[in-house]
């Protein structure tokens, strides 16, 4: 059975051959590489501060700047771009994926099943800290540029920041669809005179290319020893990013994103942060703002201006991704139903979710009253990414053993090597813990808390439900024998388990005395896949007597929309009349209780979230005119 919901199937391969790989990349460099291609802002800005104690000498330019390279060649081009992309689930990417995919290779009551899972969640959840500290510190960063070129700018900073950042996700609401046509071309043009300026110094002073050599980053750490290693949580800054290859790619298709990777963001990346360093190397006073440095003073405010814009850019990416995880989530089910606007009629993708909207506004307003610069913010990002990236490893070598059959002996070496990076710069970073630091793993925790409560606090919900349930076969069969009163019409009641009779059709039961002449027990089921097959949304079994059991299917990334897919289902060969049609839903009363479940404030927190959570029937898009709820208690 087929509904109407155009499932979006496309893979990157189609896409690729509909599209071109040029203009795919083009998109792909607006969209993707936003973050990352804004990190020369701020991070040998970061590394240099006096905060750190590395002066920009000769020989530290060169290690830090060994470091940058061999990071962005090894963390970003080997781990993500030619490995991690690997681990796609139909086309997507993101750490959503990889729960799913590592949840299918799992034995489901493995204990590592559980902990990769945890690990998982908590990756997600820190994404979320990632999603505020992004726009703060890219745009406050680019608006600092005024405070060189005018010192007496320097006031104007935090409220013009400020204001950008408002006005972008007032904005949202709106989509993005439209403005969003000229990011691939701001952001060429950001890469590229990236690459000019950065190539400039180095002809100036192409003795800075020996940063190449491997050796430069050693002699460094050992050099400084403690002070070495702990700037790596600033030179982590330039791989920030770098999970947005991954969660990106079903949008674009690995293949676009690997060639702009290569052949166009990386070299202009590499180019300006080595001429960041050669002009540090010619002059010192300059590591105060390396990147507004190696711009001419008569270019400086209309660099200011395309610096804001490109930070901007890397911003809305970020929001948008925060967005697209919530919705993953929800679907998944680790949130309670939030309200959902897709803002447009041709792309699934581009959804606005209100409640984070206005949640991160205010957490980056805190944050830049509360942090003031980008360098001290400098303190609070790398956390966040560091402690995501390091759980991408784990998870896909997880993968790797499961659904590729790797070889123990690579599983072994190629963890060990990509988690010594990890957690040499997770390390460092977690000595910011008091400087800032804490702030992403404030919002990790509090998320992960709350995706872990909404999750066990379901099965608790579920498993009380089954043991107040009555089967549904017997049920029917009781009914057979002794027939109510069939009146005209369908009535459609939405339950979570097609085997056992949902709790409103036995209060309407109870109350009304009378059945509708034909009656669907409807379940929807989101798989852990992001898109769900037109031909795989419907399935409808027959009962008997009128009676019809239907599952509808969506990926997690799909959007719900159940009236939608239920013009699409025919009852002896005709289409539901869905002006004839009334929707039955159970609304659970929680009552919190002393109860073998869940600690007493989690209970609270579970209820909580259900109390405010999105209604299903603005959920699933279900006209308030044809639904009655029928009230139940349950006891958790």
Known sequence: MQSAIPANTSSSQDAVHKQGLAALAIAAVGIVYGDIGTSPLYALQTVFSSEHGINANYGDVLGVLSLVFWSLLIVVSLKFVVFIMRADNKGEGGIMALIALMQRVLAPQAPIRRTF????????????????????????????????????????????????LVALFFIQRKGTATVGILFGPIM????????????????????????LNPGYAIDFLVHHKIKGFLSLGAVVLTVTGAEALYADMGHFGKTPIRLAWFLFVLPALLLNYFGQGAMMILDPSTAANPFYALSPKWALYPMVGLSTVATVIASQAVISGVFSMTHQATQLGFMPRMNVVHTSARQMGQIYVPVMNWVMMLGVIALIFGFKSSSNLGWAYGLAVTGTIAIDTLLVFAVARGLWKWNWTYILVGATFFLIIDLAFLGA??????DGGWFPLAVGVFMFTLMTTWKRGREILAQRQQAQSIALQPFLAGLASHPPLRVPGTAVFLTTNLDNVPHAMLHNLVHNKVIHETVLFLTVKIKDEPWVDEADRILLDVLGDEFYRVTVNYGFKDGPDLPLALAGVKIRGVALNLMETSFFLSRETLITTAMPGMAPWREKLFVSMARNGSSATAFFHIPTNRVIELGTQVEL
């Open 117 to 164: 899972l945890l690990l998982g969640l908590f990756g997600a959840a820190l994404f979320f800290g990632d999603g505020i500290i992004t726009p703060a510190i890219s745009v406050l960063s680019a608006v600092e540029g005024l405070e060189v070129g005018a010192p007496g700018l320097k006031t104007f900073v935090i409220p013009i920041s400020i204001g950008i």
């Open 188 to 211: 060429l043009v950001w890469f590229a005179i990236l690459a000019i300026l950065g190539g400039l110094e180095i002809y100036r002073y192409p003795a800075v290319l020996h940063a």
């Open 429 to 434: 970073n977690l000595v910011k813990i008091i």
